[in-house]
Each structure stands twice: as C-alpha cells, then as structure tokens.
C-alpha cells in the first residue's frame, strides 16, 4: 500500500463509526469526511504575507466518532487534553499532504508555482453544537510581498478522503492587508472527465488508492482563494 494512503488511512481510521451505515454516504465512498472551511489572509507593516490562519469545521458524524474516541475519562465531553490529542492526531495525518493548505503565485512572475508554508506554529481544537473545529496557523517559508501580488490558496485532500469546501466569501478574512487586496472564490465547474472521475473513485474502498492517472482531480475541484493586489 503507498505510503501516503497509509497516512490518509490514520485519518480513517478516526472516522470508523461513520462506517457503519449512520451515514447518508456509503461506506465505501470518497470522500468520507466532509469539512467547512475559512481562511483568514494576516500581513504586518512591512506589507509581506505573514500568516495564513485556517478553520475546518468537521460534519457531524465524523465529530461525533471523535466523541467515542477520545472522551478518555468517559464524562460525554472533550476537554482541553483531549482536544489537543485530536488535534494532533488529524494534523498529524494531514502532515503528508502539507496539512491539506496550498499557496501559488497565480501572478506572470512563476505562475503556479507553489510558495512553502511552515508546518502550523499555532494549533487549537474546539467542539460547539456537536461539531469539532481545528484552528491552525501557517506562515511563508519565504517572505512574500504583497505589492502587487497575485496569489491562490486551495485546501484539499489530495486522497480525496476528506471533502473541504469554502463556501462563500464571507469565510475570507483579510486582516492587515493593503487597501488594494482583494479576495475572492474561483471553483471550475465539473468537467465531463472529472465528473467521470469523481463517479469513479465513489466507489473505492478504504484500502484502495485514488487512481494515478497524471491529472490532480482533487486540486481541480477544490474550492481556490484568489488575492488580488495589484
């Protein structure tokens, strides 16, 4: 098995009650975990990109299967400890796939390539209305200027195990920006080939990997984030 779909299976296997048919999902298809997320974009006086602070909010039934897991002393909460040890068993699943957080130059100078975020220096979990939500923190490896920049943020599961999606750009926060900066949503509709392969990997089980076939689905149709500051 690759190793990186052993790793998504560590994430799996967080998620085992959601296989036992409660779900409106079937068992055996991706994705399998479905999460809402925001992006929260931070510069400082310098006018360089500084951090990238994330929250994924967990659906349901997967935070629920958090609930049997990790209640260790059994009250029907999680506290602070078993927060923390949520926390770090998810990101330490995600840490393979770059905790799921992907920044391009999107603007003539590279385009696409991508820019090196540090693992998060920063990192909280949280359970409200019977829902888990990690907060993380992400900083440029690089500094990177935000004077005429254009950048793309996507966070998606390479594995397509997990579903993100950021619905709508009142979950983009701009804090301390120039005036110029702007975000917004850019998510391609389906094409004919993706649908085909999203209709494909639906029904792969647990112990199959995505197919290879040299195109990345999963970036594709995850949901970017475009800054414009030019």
Known sequence: MPRRRRSSLRLC??????????????????PHVFVTASVQFVSDDSDH?????????????????????????GDGTLDDDELNAVAGTVLGSAKEYDFFTVLKSAGS???????????????SARFEQGHLAILTQMRPEKPVPLAAAELTLSIYDPSYYVSFDVGSEEQVKLTGLPVACRATLDADHPSESATAWM??????????SIPADGINYAELLSTRVALDCR
């Open 13 to 30: 296997a967080l998620a085992a009650l959601a296989a036992t048919g409660l779900s409106a999902v079937p068992a055996s298809a991706h």
């Open 49 to 73: 990109l500084t951090a990238i602070r994330t929250a994924w909010v967990f659906d349901e039934l997967f935070s629920s299967s958090l609930l049997f897991d990790f209640d260790a002393n």
């Open 109 to 123: 100078d590279n385009p696409g390539a991508a820019l090196a975020l540090s693992p998060p220096d920063h990192f």
């Open 199 to 208: 209709n494909q990997v639906a029904g792969l089980g647990k112990s199959q």
